[in-house]
């Protein structure tokens, strides 16, 4: 696994965590940053966890907006935390290309998730990629 996939999966356990306990994923991050029982936390994972937190409002609009069927509330908490990183990457992250977004998020529900995770993930995600650029467009 690849330093880029290593700090997404760290940035998925600091959102996952943050949402279970219903507490701002960045403070929970500077714990964990703070803390000397923790490893060093890469500059990535701190980007992606404040990107996430600094537009949570319109990426789980996007999310519920897509979502055909599921709100945000009925999706499990680890599906949430890879979507809204996903949904970041793909609209924010300007250097990452779309695929690469959607698939590093399949490869996180694979792991972390469900059966049915990937196919959800990869079906969402796909959605907002389509419309994508216009979406970029209006940020």
Do not use: C, Q
């Not at 698939?103 to 907002?128: Q, Y």
């Amino acid at each position: 696994m690849g330093a880029r996939s290593k700090a997404r999966r760290r940035a998925v356990d600091v959102l996952y965590e943050a949402d279970l306990r219903e507490v701002d994923p960045v403070a929970l991050l500077a714990e964990r940053v703070d803390s000397p029982d923790v490893a060093p936390v890469n500059e990535y994972t701190r980007a992606l966890v404040r990107g996430v937190t600094d537009n949570r409002v319109r990426i789980d609009e996007l999310i519920s907006e897509h979502a055909e069927g599921w709100t945000l509330g009925r999706m499990p908490p680890v599906d949430r935390a890879v979507l809204r990183l996903g949904v970041y990457e793909l609209l924010w992250e300007a250097d990452l290309p779309d695929a690469v977004a959607i698939d590093e998020a399949i490869e996180l529900a694979k792991m972390l998730s469900t059966d049915e995770s990937p196919r959800f993930v990869n079906g969402l995600l796909d959605s907002i990629a389509r419309i994508a650029e216009h979406l970029r467009a209006t940020l």
